[in-house]
């Protein structure tokens, strides 16, 4: 985004919660917005009201690591139909945060099936997905190979 | 709760009909589980009606059977509905509420993957396509490869046995062998998911009528299909123990506590039938039932235990990947195959049990539904037992 462009740039909800990411700006760089709860220390992606172990009313936004390695994996031939933006096919991934927190997205890079691994350090990105039926510019989160 | 007996069931043939009425199919079902139960649409004191669809209420669809004024309860878990209902009317004969009540499921299904001919608002599931299960699976399976050395081979053999088993049942969506070259051969869905270890999309019902002791000592011949746990869970806190999606700790927690109700364990089942919506979600469930222990699971399937003639026969019926997946009614045919299978009535698909002398303990397991957090939703699991005598 360049301050001469009109419509705002608006982060995709997560879960049905908006403000699940940060976009990039002078002050910071693009993060994940997480939960972690003040009571008994649990991680949440996105952040809810309430902790999800211990449900106390104590989740302190905490920007999440940019890095994280994949869990576990899925290349997708299959068409997800027409809301889908990206090339395909394309991979699914379970990215484990150093927190503990699992994240689900996509790569926004083609790889190889033989280039993907559990353990694949992976790094945060940040992918214009176009503009939402009010001509917001939409953005959202994906990983690439750290 | 005051004993529950299985008095009837029913079922639509599984298949593709998309030129048929949903009220034709509902009412066929609804009509064998009647017959099955020696029963008349009017001794129905209360029905469930269970889809997944908007709009597609049992209202519309339980009427042509006669205006008996009999209420109906719409009931929508994703693929968990058929179960849901069917617990819902147990619950309601178990606590008095009525005599005879009615489970039915149906479902009408587009062909495809599920919701990927639906536009959807712009969020970070929709345009990263994480509503596709088969990916979800996808992960799943890649999960059990990488810590427990599952192989896409082993994948491939319970695809192999759950077609198998469907060849001989007449209401299976696909009645033919699928080697296990074909099945690794088939169209790459969602690595490493090939078309074959995915269950269809499908169109059916199926029906369960259920009654108190009383109605048991009128109905029932002499053979009594008895409810012994009914056990439900939603999403469980699982920590970052198991991987999200999280397949396991719902059903680990539900059978459990299902086997504490029933006062048994998973070695005194004689059949289960499991919701193997994807061949590796098999695997997990032998596991997370407690079949056998965590990482042993593509073991079972490699040494035929889980085939019709093994140690545990699991999906006789031919599982969602052969009978068919009609969402909402797939939880209630559970129901029906095992009454079937514990009544002797399986034909060439019967189990002979762990006496050999005919099953008496069965096991169904449905999940479904997937959250905005990319998570398993719900989870039923009921445990029937046959017996000779009313308790």
Redesign the interface.
């Known amino acids: 985004m360049t301050s001469s462009e009109k419509a705002p740039a608006k982060p995709l909800t997560t879960a049905g919660r908006p403000g699940a990411f940060m976009l990039p700006g002078a002050a910071a760089p693009a993060a994940l917005l997480g939960g972690h709860c003040r009571s008994c220390g649990a991680y949440d992606f996105p952040r809810g009201r309430f902790c999800p172990r211990c449900s106390a009313a104590a989740m302190e936004e905490v920007p999440l690591s940019t890095r994280g390695n994949i869990h576990t994996w899925s290349t997708v031939y299959q068409d997800p139909g027409p809301s889908f933006v990206g090339a395909k096919p394309f991979t699914i991934v379970t990215v484990e945060l150093p927190e503990g927190v699992r994240v689900v997205s996509t790569l926004s890079v083609a790889m190889p099936p033989e280039e993907l691994r559990v353990g694949l350090p992976l790094v945060l990105d940040v992918v214009s997905v176009g503009s939402d039926a009010d001509g917001n510019d939409c953005y959202d989160f994906r990983f690439r190979p750290a | 709760m005051e004993p529950v007996y299985i008095l009837g069931v029913g079922m639509h043939p599984f298949g593709r009909y998309p030129d048929k009425l949903i009220s034709d199919m509902v009412e066929d079902a609804v009509t064998d589980a009647l017959k099955d139960a020696g029963l008349a649409w009017q001794d129905i004191e209360l029905a469930y009606a269970a889809n997944g669809q908007p709009g597609q209420h049992g209202q519309r669809f339980l009427r042509g059977l006669g205006l008996s004024g009999v209420p109906i309860i719409n009931v929508e878990n994703a693929c968990a509905g058929g179960s849901s209902a069917f617990f819902s009317a147990c619950m309601a004969v178990g606590a008095g509420a009525a005599d005879v009540a009615l489970a039915v499921g149906y479902e009408q299904m587009a062909r495809?993957?599920i919701?990927?001919?639906?536009?959807?608002?712009?969020?970070?599931?929709?345009?990263?396509?994480?509503?596709?299960m088969?990916?979800?699976?996808?992960?799943?399976?890649?999960?059990l490869m990488?810590e427990h050395g599952v192989t896409a081979r082993d994948l491939a053999l319970v695809s192999v046995k759950n077609h198998h088993n469907g060849v001989f049942n007449p209401r299976a969506q696909y009645r033919m062998e699928t080697p296990v070259e074909d099945v690794l051969a088939s169209?790459?869905?969602?690595?490493?998911?090939t078309l074959l270890m995915c269950a269809p999309t499908t169109d059916g019902a199926a029906a369960v009528v259920v009654g108190s002791r009383r109605a048991a000592a009128r109905y029932a011949n002499g053979v009594y299909i008895r409810l012994v746990a009914a056990a439900q869970r939603s999403e469980p806190?699982a920590?970052?123990e198991v991987?999200?999606?999280d397949i396991r700790t719902m059903t680990m927690q539900a059978s459990r506590a299902a086997y504490e109700q029933g006062g048994l364990g998973p070695e005194d089942l004689d059949l289960v039938e499991l919701h193997d919506c994807f061949a590796p979600a098999e695997i997990s469930h032998y596991e997370n039932l407690g079949l056998c222990a965590v990482g042993d699971g593509a073991k079972l399937v490699r040494e035929g235990a889980t085939n019709i003639e093994g140690r545990i026969p699991v999906n006789p019926s031919g599982g969602l990947l052969s009978k068919g997946h009609p969402i909402s009614a797939t939880g209630a045919a559970q129901i029906c195959e095992l009454t079937w299978q514990l009544r002797g009535e399986a034909g060439q698909r019967q189990v002979a049990g762990r006496s050999g002398q005919g099953p008496t303990i069965g096991l169904a397991h449905n999940p479904g539904g997937i959250?905005?957090?990319?998570s398993f939703a719900h989870v039923n699991v009921h445990i029937l037992k046959r017996e000779d005598a009313l308790a």
């Open positions: 495809g993957m919701g990927a001919n639906m536009a959807r608002p712009m969020t970070h599931e929709s345009v990263n396509g994480l509503f596709a088969p990916g979800m699976f996808g992960m799943v399976a890649r999960n990488h169209r790459m869905i969602a690595d490493p998911l806190y920590g970052t991987s999200r999606p959250t905005a957090s990319l």
